[in-house]
């Protein structure tokens, strides 16, 4: 079902809501939201790894992988992923007597095992329909593969010969290659249908003009939530309509420029007009509200507690912060844009990640069907010609 945002459709997000209501609703606990966010980006830095996770303090060598982790540049959330999932891994060690340095493959299949038997954290009858288990696919992956990168580390620092975790890999044409040790789901994204879109419009009409630009920007330039929140004012071009994503803010480190629409233009000019009543400086272009900690940046804690009270409210609890990204991607498929195109606004460094939104279109079944019809009508209507003529 086509989804396919125009002007009408943003109507609801604009005129429709009382100058009060320019204040956004989320910022009475966004203090605290920023605050806590802080708080974990720092608690992962490498110089506070061990205070941290101490559970890392009898293998030392764990401790120094994740602090070569930061030291290569990995955000301080992936560090933190990597400490959680070695964590884990350790504990079962240390509840099945293994030792971490000299564990071979068949301990590395008994922690698997233990991954797949364990329920659900939200209670034991809750399985995950990607697995099977109580944890998700994509939970496993990574949690084999950050043992695998430890005990990479371990290879090459000569502490043992061989890595026991066995590593999947394909053949350029795909026709080839090994499973690893988790199998590999590759899901489509999930986007609202008409109606789930509409009954989000309809709660976000009732944010403040920040929330209601940054869900406009985050769908026109299909922004992930770190690009979104992590704009400067600098970054704008209002008179060529476009934005410039800095490549520090990218997953990909790879910087764009993308365009928005007029609609966003103009609550944009609104929403600039708005920030000069909170602060003249230059910097983040979306800024808190609260008294707290007014004119600074909005985190990307903040952002994600917004959309998840969007959801909540509209009763779409699956519409996530990155929604808006596979929704735009897709939406632009369906339109017709080809493959490098889409790629290229959406920042992706391989267009077999675009090609994700190529297939949630069902753009090439489409067109496929409709040219083999065309081919079928033809050849009756040739039959016919033949017979009844």
């Not at 605050?35 to 293998?59: G, H, K, S």
């Not at 990640?353 to 083999?372: F, N």
């Amino acid at each position: 079902m086509r989804v396919l945002i125009t002007a009408s459709t943003w109507e609801v997000l604009m005129g429709l809501v009382p100058e009060d209501l320019a204040i956004a609703r989320s910022d009475e606990p966004e203090a605290r939201s920023d605050a806590r966010w802080r708080e974990r980006a720092a608690a992962a830095t490498p110089d506070r790894v061990a205070d941290r996770w101490p559970a890392l303090a009898p293998v030392p060598r764990a401790v120094q992988w994740l602090e070569i982790q930061r030291d290569l540049g990995r955000s301080p959330r992936t560090v933190e992923a990597y400490s959680r999932s070695l964590v884990d891994y350790l504990a079962w060690c240390d509840r099945a007597g293994v030792e971490v340095e000299t564990a071979g493959r068949a301990e590395i299949a008994g922690y698997l095992r233990d991954l797949r038997e364990r329920p659900g954290r939200h209670g034991a009858d809750v399985i995950s329909l990607s697995s099977g288990t109580g944890l998700s696919n994509a939970t496993l992956q990574l949690r084999v593969t950050v043992v695998r990168l430890f005990y990479d580390f371990l290879v090459e620092e000569q502490v043992r010969e061989r890595n026991p975790v066995v590593r999947g890999y394909r053949s350029a044409d795909g026709r080839a290659g090994r499973r690893g040790l988790v199998a590999r789901l590759d899901p489509l994204p999930w986007i609202p249908t008409d109606a789930q879109w509409r009954a989000i419009l309809e709660i976000a009409a009732g944010e403040g003009l920040r929330n209601r630009l940054m869900l406009a920007l985050a769908y026109d330039a299909a922004l992930r939530r770190e690009e979104l929140c992590l704009l400067g004012t600098d970054d704008l071009d209002p008179a060529h309509r476009t934005i410039t994503i800095r490549a520090e803010t990218t997953n990909s480190k790879r910087g764009r420029v993308v365009p928005y629409s007029t609609v966003a233009g103009e609550l944009l000019a609104g929403y600039l007009r708005h920030r000069r009543t909170i602060t003249t400086a230059r910097g983040a272009l979306f800024v808190s509200e609260s008294p707290r900690n007014r004119g600074q940046g909005v985190s990307a804690w903040t952002w994600s507690k917004v959309v998840r009270s969007i959801a909540l409210r509209a009763g779409v609890l699956s519409f996530s912060t990155h929604t808006l990204r596979h929704l735009c991607l897709t939406d632009l498929a369906r339109s017709g844009w080809e493959l490098h195109q889409i790629a290229a606004l959406a920042g992706h460094r391989s267009t077999d990640t675009t090609q994700r939104y190529i297939h949630l279109s069902g753009r090439d079944l489409a067109e496929r069907l409709q040219s083999g019809m065309t081919q079928i009508h033809q050849a009756r209507v040739a039959q016919l010609g033949e017979v009844l003529a």
